[in-house]
């Protein structure tokens, strides 16, 4: 899957994987070594995060249920944690920098491509 931020009309990953059953979700990023750039994993019903045990650092954006940001964390560290966002149904987790890089920002609209 694709991630398109039809706002700023940037790309934000071209290779997402798909967080949607409950052992993925569960270890989502951990055990890598990095997030390569253009990659991206999509947590499903999940409205907070950790980075616990992780090695790296990552960007995270937060969706309501119109696809629409509603919190960005921008450079989260290794062993942090995100409290639930009210009105998040998702989390796509992007390599740091990608917020950043992309002008991503809280009101933008993202489009999940096949």
Known sequence: MKVWNATREVWLASHVEVADRFVRRLVGLLGRTSLPSEYGLLITRCDSIHTIGMRFSIDALFVDRDVRV????????????????????????????TIRRTGTRVGDHLCFLD
């Open 70 to 97: 509603v919190k960005v964390v921008e450079s989260l560290k290794p062993f942090r944690i995100v409290l639930p966002v009210w009105r998040a149904i998702a989390v796509l987790e992007l390599p740091a920098g």
